[in-house]
T-cell receptor, first 119, second 111 residues
Framework: GAVVSQHPSRVICKSGTSVKIECRSL??????MFWYRQFPKKSLMLMAT?????????EQGVEKDKFLINHASLTLSTLTVTSAHPEDSSFYIC???????????????FGPGTRLTVL | QQQVKQSPQSLIVQKGGISIINCAYE??????FPWYQQFPGKGPALLIA?????SEKKEGRFTISFNKSAKQFSLHIMDSQPGDSATYFC??????????FGKGTRLSVIA
């Protein structure tokens, strides 16, 4: 499968500050990546689809001005949480859809996640 | 229509036993059904996946059973081990689109 890295793995910030989370594809070109948010003991909720060289597509209810996504290269997508508040504290995970030889459709491979805590 | 309903919410299985997790869907456009395993503080890892033209797929101790007419699919973990203790998510998607996830099942395998 594909290898996806995220940085940082954990971040603690003060309310009102901005935090940038990086998601890198190490062995496949990433024209598309997905960003998910997961609250404790809950399922993954899709936030947005990141598209290389164009604007991200946000899911209903996700504030595009608060969660800025940049996908400037085929290996890197970034999510910036602007003016963070305690309610933004969550586990943020990116994923990469890859068409591997064993499936006709894209399999999704997830990064290790970033734990954001806003004080 | 976009939901994937997963049960049970939690499951306790004796070591060596069979763990069974079920999922049901409504959207007939779904045609890709993966299962993910997630350990605390880690990202989900793809375990096994199936497409609707196959009724069963086995990889090692993990088997997916798929019932297209009932719109249900399940994960069976044979010879469950304490190391299998994790949260399992079923998911589905119509073609090459983002996955819709079930709510997850917390599996505890006890010795």
């Amino acid at each position: 499968g594909a290898v996806v890295s995220q940085h940082p793995s954990r971040v603690i910030c003060k309310s009102g500050t901005s935090v940038k989370i990086e998601c890198r594809s190490l062995d496949f070109q990433a024209t598309t990546m997905f960003w998910y948010r997961q609250f404790p003991k809950k399922s993954l909720m899709l936030m947005a689809t990141s598209n290389e060289g164009s604007k991200a597509t946000y899911e209903q209810g996700v504030e595009k001005d608060k969660f800025l996504i940049n996908h400037a290269s085929l290996t890197l997508s970034t999510l910036t949480v602007t003016s963070a508040h305690p309610e933004d504290s969550s586990f943020y995970i990116c994923s990469l859809p890859v068409r591997t030889s064993r499936e006709l459709y894209n399999e999704q491979f997830f990064g290790p996640g970033t734990r954001l805590t806003v004080l | 229509q976009q939901q994937v309903k997963q049960s049970p919410q939690s499951l306790i299985v004796q070591k060596g036993g069979i763990s069974i997790i079920n999922c049901a869907y409504e959207n007939t456009a779904f045609d890709y059904f993966p299962w993910y395993q997630q350990f605390p503080g880690k990202g989900p890892a793809l375990l096994i996946a199936i497409r609707p033209d196959v009724s069963e797929k086995k990889e090692g101790r993990f088997t997916i059973s798929f019932n297209k007419s009932a719109k249900q699919f399940s994960l069976h973990i044979m010879d469950s081990q304490p190391g299998d203790s994790a949260t399992y998510f079923c998911a589905a998607s119509p073609g090459n689109t983002p996955l819709v996830f079930g709510k997850g099942t917390r599996l505890s395998v006890i010795a």
